[in-house]
């Protein structure tokens, strides 16, 4: 996702010609294999990538943030989903064929090696880097019909990429307990507390958004996610910290974990060797005694996860660090608030900007992205940005995962409708919010869609749902008037949010696509993001961050309690777009009362900070509708 | 489910004594048991049972809908749900343990008999009754524990059960084209297109409702539901239909089969013996080609599934008849708003009946359910019930599934609400029919309460929604109103409902409990019945059958196309329970377009019934509110 869409075609040939060399190559493999999978992800399963992990757009020169290459003796074939058809077929070279997942006609990935393979054949993979739950599919196909999956130790990519870079070792911040509201040390009693109800000796901790969080601290190993790579292994008494040693060089780092002055026994972190995770985890295992369990994210690698032995492997859909993760405390809620606080502030002077620039034709979709993030830099505590700016005009909005490139940049104008889809990273909160815009006059018909989208926004914001329920049963609500005009769009409503952690985390969201989300509850926080796509004419998105918060309906059925949403997000929702004849009371009722909201938080910070003109601009911009 | 709720407990002691020694007993088995699971299913999976198969119930004595009993050497335990707590404690012995599912501490089946069996024990279970995706789970968790699931060929229950009723062989019903829209022979050649779409040599048809849609037969072996016994496997040049063969020595079968004058050699059926399918399949199995293939629902019995080697066993959840038989065609439509007619003709008199009645302090839920039969028998082509009237006063409403029982049963009155929850079997479709009223002066409370289902029962039947949406997104819609004051009911909004067939069918309906259904589709036909019950006090549901029907939205995005409800359910909704001022016009529109329904196409078959007083109830009834 970092690097942007190149548009011409790497050339593979003479790297397709290394890779099947790599295949037969005895220095890597004992036996040589007629396939190798390369998956998109890391070791961790992280949803963004770092650099030095980017071996599948390495091979084959395709680089959207989904897709897996496989490659045999003749073939060399790319799966990717809808967002990524067009763009797959741009990046890559005739050597290779574009997958695409979704149509009836394309085979799965196991049936097509199955169509190709020659009977018995060896299939290899980087265990690192394919997730536990994907071996085992991928490896019952194939044994089924009569060949074999088997894991690779070397990366055949990392054998031939020449210059691959290295993994990063950013440094890393310690987050004190006015950022965390819970110190690590509690954070850990917490787990344990959790392991010993289930009986459960050791818990392996793989992704690193769970890392970061269990300890407090953040890096920049990721663009746009304040994590590190590390792996952790906590069990009843003690805590094991895998992670390269020049990251606790630094003085406040090991004063943060308390190295230098250990405390309680089994409250002192020991330091091992990032790579070490897989010998001291096999060491550890050789010493389980006869019922002990191991808990591991059944989303973790297939290296870790099978070094585990059966009997005593536990995997868990969602690790107890995710769940606890995903109900924000006091102190987050509070950083959370005031993050979207600050990126009100910066959006609103952005919105007072283009409104002036627009008319002279200057602004284009990279330079409005650019100056939000100028102005978000300027906001307190300030550390990048939370994912890459979708900074999108008229036809351009229409395509859901667009970022603006020099070829495909159009220039903001009087005449379409902006959409910008932005967010931050700050030291108190990681922010999310998309505006949709028009500087001239809308058309009734971007009006009268914009209308069904902000009922869907409303319905969303303002269900009263009881305890328990999933966030998937909300998911109709946000489309139910867009559906009563035959009008719908194929994404989720919206998604959980770190606390200055990743902009997408688990395990709740609302979207008709999942079904094994986790219960909504008190403290979560997610966003709620309908929107309206018409393909080469335009986009629209109304995107607020919202928390889960307890609701006080008139009566409490089997005493279950009820929840509601709190908007987190105060940035004006541009009346403008609205045709206010469309919306029921109630509606209006809730925008006017969001708008009071904007009007009075926002404007206080906007006041405080001497921004005069930004504070015009959000006065004219929340007044009540009739 | 057709015996009552018995409520003095059976005997148990002696019964288990003789289970327990033919778990041990060579006659039946080459080694003991130390477990015997009798789940409460038959051969087919079927949702009611014959009393041969009440195998469950003839142990343990419970006769609810839902249970599993499990013997070991020392234990007697049953599981079952929230509905059949009590139900489950009144009738069993002190022998038994009620297993309460969906509570946090009662371990499942697996994790039970793990805890309790010594080590390496042998868990019996019959094949025929147990599906395969069950066998699955349980055979998989039982052998990681050291133990073995093995498939005991004769019943033990059986073994013990003196005076065991005699599997029904009730006489066969045809059905003309004038009643089915297809013949049986054209349902046979749409079925082998959809096998060679996907390249299956064979189809074994195991689900009773699935075989009598086929063959365009009806039975009544199962009380309610208009089935019979039997298998058929389906080839690509053959059918073969296993049954008992006195069913087909009637000549109207002998000529609907076309068993003495076979046309194309394709086209005609073998009869085989019920008891033959296994050797039969067996026989078809062994000469399987290459890379045949073989259809059969996951939810069969293992006993058949394991007799299809694997490598020839295509499993799937929704069998292609299962899918068609879902979406009636033009003649079945018309069939089942024709009985649904006739049912609200039937229910317009009970009601009238009630009013005149009530007053006299005589009716009570039994003598009133009786009415309802009765008035329903009057009407062509009637068969029999759908499902045993739910006839409920005031508390016992609240009840969800409630049947009056003699020491249940309350007489009606003025003071309290009375729900009766009803259905008919007619040769041309089945009924199914939720109305909640009160004959005096219902509360501001329970007015209030009905109100919000009715906003939820019209929030579904007025939903328009994108052509391939699954039922259980709008499920939520039904609720929205009660979680908006903190209400709820918990059951689902709706199941899939058959054309003189099964009242409850796959693969469609409206439940936040599933999510593998399958899209919704124009002709299918659903339930759609919210409700509210207030424990001890009353119980409130309003139920419609409803036909999925394009609708005609102003847009069409993707050319997706869009559907919507159309109600085939007829009887009026009680204005008297209803808080007009809650209402928005939409809803007061749709009511008043409901009523107008009822009054012209119920009056009509009212007047030609010459039942007049009816009609002027009706009349009354579906004055248009303002």
């Known amino acids: 996702m ?3 869409e190149k548009m011409s075609p790497r050339i593979s040939t003479e790297l397709l010609r290394q890779l099947r060399q790599a295949m037969r190559n005895s220095k890597y493999i004992t036996e040589p294999i007629q396939a190798y999978i390369v998956p998109s992800g890391d070791a961790h399963q992280s949803e963004y990538i770092a650099p030095c992990d980017c071996r599948r757009e390495f091979i084959c020169g ?8 496989i490659v045999t ?23 290779w064929t574009v997958m695409k997942m979704g149509l009836k006609e394309t085979p799965s990935q196991e ?5 190709v393979l020659p009977d018995g054949s060896r299939v290899g993979v980087d265990p690192w880097i394919i997730a536990a739950d994907q071996w085992k599919i991928m490896s019952k196909a194939l044994t089924r019909a009569g060949h074999s999956l088997v894991p690779i130790k070397d990366n055949l990519i990392d054998a031939i990429w020449v210059d691959r870079p290295a993994r990063p070792v950013s440094p890393l911040i310690t987050l004190a307990l006015n950022y965390t509201g819970m110190s690590w040390q509690d954070k850990i009693t917490a ?3 959790k392991m010993s109800e289930r009986k459960i000796t050791w818990f392996v901790v793989t992704a690193l958004d769970e890392i970061a969080w269990l300890f407090n601290l953040r890096g920049s190993d990721i663009e746009y996610n304040p994590v590190f790579f590390a792996y952790a292994v906590v069990g009843k008494s003690s805590i094991r910290l895998f992670i390269d040693h020049r990251r606790i060089a630094d003085l406040a780092v090991r ?33 389980l005694g006869h019922k002990e369990k191991v808990w591991i994210s059944d989303k973790a690698s297939w290296a870790l996860t099978d070094v585990i032995p059966k009997t005593h492997r536990s995997p868990i859909p969602y690790t107890p660090l995710c769940l606890a993760k995903a109900v924000k405390n006091e102190t987050e809620i509070k950083g959370m608030k005031m993050a979207h606080i600050k990126d009100a502030v910066a959006l609103c002077e952005l919105f007072v900007w283009l409104e002036k620039e627009i008319p002279k034709g200057t602004v284009t979709e990279i330079s409005a992205a650019d100056k939000a993030e100028e102005l978000r830099s300027q906001q307190k505590d300030f550390v990048g940005l939370s994912f890459p700016t979708i900074s999108s005009v008229g036809p351009n909005a229409a395509i859901i995962h667009y970022k603006p490139l020099p070829e495909t940049n159009r220039t903001l104008s009087l005449n379409e409708v902006y959409l910008i889809d932005s967010g931050a990273q700050f030291k108190d909160g990681t922010t999310d919010v998309t505006r949709t815009m028009h500087f001239g006059t809308p058309s009734a018909y971007e009006k009268e869609c914009f209308t069904y989208v902000l009922k869907g926004h409303i319905a969303v914001s303002a269900a009263v749902f009881p305890n328990g329920t999933r966030g998937h049963l909300l998911d109709s609500f946000a489309r139910s008037a867009l559906w009563e005009s035959g009008l719908d769009y194929l994404h989720g409503t919206g998604h959980g949010v770190g606390c200055f952690l990743n902009v997408h985390e688990g395990p709740c969201g609302i979207s008709y696509k999942t079904f094994a989300d986790e219960p909504l509850e008190a403290g979560m926080i997610v966003s709620d993001e309908p929107g309206y796509y018409e393909d080469g004419s335009f986009g629209l998105r109304i995107e607020n961050v919202v928390l889960v918060v307890p609701a006080k309906p008139k009566y409490n059925y089997r005493n279950r309690g009820s929840l509601t949403f709190d908007p987190i997000t105060l940035v004006p929702i541009q009346l403008k777009m609205i045709n206010v004849d469309m919306l029921t009371q109630k509606e209006r009722d809730w925008l006017n009362e969001y708008h009071r909201m904007c009007r009075e938080v926002v404007g206080a910070e906007l006041e405080r900070q001497g921004r005069k003109e930004a504070l015009d601009w959000l006065f004219r911009e929340t007044q009540p509708i009739a």
Chains 1, 2 share one sequence.
């Open 111 to 115: 049936d097509w090696l199955i169509s």
């Open 62 to 69: 395709f680089n959207g943030s989904a897709g897996t290459a």
């Open 2 to 4: 970092s690097q942007g």
């Open 73 to 95: 003796e003749q073939h060399a074939a790319m799966w990717t989903d809808g967002r990524y058809f067009l763009q797959a077929g741009n990046q890559m070279d005739s050597n």
């Open 255 to 287: 004063d943060h974990l308390q190295l230098d002055t250990p405390g309680k026994a089994e409250l002192s972190v020991q330091i091992f060797a990032y790579e070490s995770i897989f010998p001291e985890l096999q060491a550890l295992c050789a010493s």
């Open 191 to 193: 787990l344990r507390a």
